[in-house]
C-alpha cells in the first residue's frame, strides 16, 4: 500500500467546555445570569447533538467540571474527563490531544457555542482534511478566532486559542512545515458571545434548541417592557 492509500488515523473530537454559571457575560445588557446559563446550555447541546450523528468520529471527549455538560454528554454515551479544564481552552485541547497523539490518533476539536452546526457540515470539514501530517481549519467569521481544527496526528502543530488565534494558527502549522488547509464552514464560522453575534444567529432560521430559548426569552423581555 502506498502513502498515498494509507487511511486516516482514528479521529477524535475533543470539546472543551467551561462551566455555564457566567456563560457570555458579554450578553449581560440583554439577558440576565440565568438567562445566559440556558442559553448556553442550549447551546452545548446543539452541537453535542451535530456531533453524536458523525460517523467518521471515533468518539467525543467533552473536558468539562460542569455538572449539567458533564449529563448532557454522558446521556449521548460520550466520555467526560475533567483534566485539562480549569487549563482553559488551549490546556484543556492539548492534555487530551497528547494522550491521542501517543496512540496514533488525529483530533477534532471545535467550541460549543456554534449552535447552527451540523453532524452534515462537521462531515464536510472531515472530508476536506489531508493525509498527515496536516492542519486543517475552520476561521470564525471575522478571521480572528478558530472555530475548527483538525489535527493529524493530535500533536501536528502547537494551539494556541484566543480571540485573535486563527493567523497564529496558520504560521504554527508552517513553522511545523505543513500547508495550512482552509476550509470555511457558515454555520461553524458563527460562535455567539456578542449582541452582533446573536443578531446574526437570529438572521438564520433554524429548528435548533438555542434559536427557540432566545427567541422565547427575547419575546418575554419585549412584553416586559411594554408593559
Known sequence: MTAEMKPFPPLWAVIPIKE???AKQRLA???SPVERQKFAQAMIEDVLDALADVPELAGVVVVTVDPAVIE????RG???TGRGAYDG???????TAREFAAKGCAVLTMPADIPLVTARDIRAVIAARKAAPSFTIVPARDFQGSN???LSPADAVPLRFGDNSFYPHLAAAEAAGITPNVVRCASIELDIDTPDDLDAFQAVPSDTRAAKLVARLLRAHLVQGAS
Open 20 to 22: 455555564t454559571r457566567q
Open 29 to 31: 445588557g440583554l439577558l
Open 72 to 75: 448532557f454528554a454522558r446521556r
Open 78 to 80: 460520550m466520555t467526560v
Open 89 to 95: 481552552h488551549t490546556g484543556a485541547v492539548t492534555v
Open 148 to 150: 475548527a481544527v483538525i
